[in-house]
């Protein structure tokens, strides 16, 4: 690994300990992915601030005590506790507290409180060409592939030793090299499929399949393949395999400078492969439905508004979680209050697949979000039904699982 | 093979079909396989050497690995069928954080004899 000056301070302890720590995790890790050198970054996201157990409180602590403080500006992922809705927690008071702490050790450095899985939907996100740190692998999808900033999967502990230090190894997605795609995704549906909000989660549970680690460019999609389509294809692609990045033809920023089909393997990918991933994470319908929860990635402000729209002058039959940010949340107050009118409750700061939420269910949870139908039944026992966001409101409001558009 | 993060382990050898997510897969708890999508859910990887052929899922891996090492329940050492900084990233805090190793490589699963596997020099 070759250093610079200030590198070389660093590792001397000339900055203090924190970041001497920090500094030598980002030179192993970066060893290990084959990079010789370092690059500074203009911002981080951080994804450790999610508690999992003592390993990365202590670790947190470490930085913390030790002086650690961030020195680009960053953002922080969700956690396990919704700050601004503490009585929707049903976990115990001992994994709470210690869920605070770590939530505080990572203010201590410095990082701003947003608790976001959706960092993109901040006012100050990243731009297309900066080299930015971040965790969370929906945001790390989504930065790379539709804002065309450079990041690669930063597992937690790193992405807060990047913050630490402003520098990351530059390599992979850092690079134009990692950035040009290896793998065409040929997409032959009927027209209609692609104003469906569920084909972009069943495209991206394939394509996550299919491409694994590799940067795709996905063929046959048009202008309707907005940023919160983009979002859920990519959260489910970074469920279902390890896709940092992907280019749509016509549609991402770097499709037309990296995302070149020419010589590369092509696949195919048909309507009956999509339909078969959407039913492959789906229970049996015949089960009934017990609860909805959408917004995963958080939702959008046009999610929220959509929602509000969708539930205007109607009430749920069912327990109905929307899951945003704070910050978005408190952009738009009035389509807030049509959601819990509609009698659904919103929930900031964390998600409810990863906290004790939604409780004891009697049927399926129905859900918009591909990687929340992929993870939700190991995390907290449920069974799922996938729909759009308008099925989901619909199925809220007759009490049964309604899939409208024919691709489950 | 080349390492990672190198250390010595030994233990059985589990060749997983597919990557795994740790966080949202591997349960720290117990050192099982959590991710019922897995071909291999249900299985005991604590104290194994896991040979893992591709990279999967969340980046918090990291951390529920760390978490899994500090408890006792983690493989003894990983070999990979392309290098992972998630993991990597995992097994060198909890060695600086209690000083225990688990060992990471990059192999071909044609290097790994059946049965006990040894990693690192001895």
Redesign the interface.
């Known amino acids: 690994m070759r250093f610079t000056d200030r590198d070389e301070t660093i590792l001397n302890g000339d900055l203090g300990e924190a970041a001497r720590?920090a500094l030598e995790?980002v030179a192993?890790?970066?060893g290990?992915?084959?990079a010789s050198e370092l690059l500074d970054i203009s911002g981080a996201h951080i994804?450790?601030c999610?508690y999992?157990?003592?390993?990365?409180l202590?670790?947190a602590r470490?930085l913390a005590d030790a002086g650690g403080e961030v020195v680009v500006p960053t953002t922080l992922n969700v956690s396990s506790l919704d700050l601004l809705h503490p009585e929707l927690y049903r976990g115990d008071e001992e994994t709470a507290r210690k869920s605070r702490e770590l939530m505080n050790a990572y203010e201590r450095m410095g990082c701003r409180p947003t608790w976001t899985c959706a960092p993109y939907q901040l006012g100050d996100r990243p731009a297309h060409g900066d080299q930015v740190a971040w965790?969370?692998?929906n945001a790390?999808v989504f930065a790379n592939s539709v804002l065309g900033a450079r990041t690669?999967?930063?597992?937690?502990?790193?992405?807060i030793?990047c913050a630490i230090t402003g520098r990351a190894?530059a390599v992979g997605r850092h690079t134009d090299e990692g950035r040009r795609s290896t793998l065409a995704i040929d997409v032959a549906v009927p027209d209609d499929w692609l104003g469906h909000d569920l084909f972009y989660v069943a495209l991206g549970l394939v394509l996550g399949r299919v491409a694994?680690?590799e940067v795709a460019t996905i063929i046959g999609l048009d202008e309707r393949s907005d940023e919160d389509r983009l979002k859920a294809l990519g959260a489910a692609a970074?469920?279902?395999?390890?896709v940092a990045m992907f280019h749509v033809a016509g549609v991402t920023p770097e499709a037309s400078t990296l995302g070149s089909d020419r010589g590369i393997p092509r696949v195919p990918v048909d309507g009956s492969t999509l339909t078969r991933a959407l039913r492959?994470?789906s229970g049996d319908l015949d089960a009934g439905l017990g609860a909805v929860s959408v917004g995963t990635p958080h939702a959008s402000e046009a999610e929220l508004e959509a929602l509000g729209e969708l539930m205007r002058g109607r009430t749920t039959s069912v327990p109905f979680f929307v899951n945003t940010g704070r910050d978005t949340a408190a952009s738009v107050p009035s389509v807030i209050e049509s959601i819990e009118a509609f009698g659904a409750v919103v929930v900031t700061d964390t998600c409810t697949y990863i906290t004790p939420i939604i409780g004891d269910v009697d049927g399926l949870v129905m859900t918009n979000s591909g990687k929340w139908a992929?993870?939700a039944?190991?995390?907290i026992g449920v069974e799922v039904a996938l729909g759009s966001l308008a099925d989901c409101v619909e199925s809220a409001v007759v009490g049964k699982v309604v899939v409208s558009g024919g691709l489950i | 093979m080349r390492a990672?993060?190198a250390g010595q382990a030994s233990g059985e050898l589990v060749i997983l079909d597919q990557?795994l997510?740790f966080?949202?897969?591997y349960e720290?708890e117990t050192g099982r396989i959590?991710?019922?999508?897995h071909p291999q859910f249900g299985q005991s990887l604590a104290g194994k050497i896991v040979y893992m052929p591709?990279?999967?899922?969340?980046?918090?891996?990291?951390?529920?690995l760390?978490?899994a090492?500090?408890?006792g329940t983690a493989p003894a050492g990983l070999v990979l069928g392309?290098?992972?900084?998630?993991?990597?990233?995992?097994s060198?805090?909890?060695r600086?954080?209690y000083d225990v190793e688990c060992p990471?490589y990059v192999g071909d699963l044609a290097e790994l004899s059946v049965g006990v596997v040894q990693l690192g020099d001895t």
């Open positions: 720590i995790l192993a890790a970066g290990a992915m084959g994804d450790g999610l999992h157990g003592l390993a990365g202590d670790f470490r965790g969370e692998s790390i690669n999967r930063y597992g937690d502990f790193l992405d030793c190894p694994g680690t970074a469920s279902s395999g390890a492959e994470l992929y993870y039944p190991a995390n | 990672l993060v990557g997510s966080w949202g897969g720290a959590i991710d019922r999508n591709q990279s999967r899922g969340s980046s918090s891996s990291s951390y529920v760390a978490e090492i500090r408890i392309e290098p992972d900084s998630i993991l990597v990233i995992g060198l805090v909890a600086l954080l990471i």
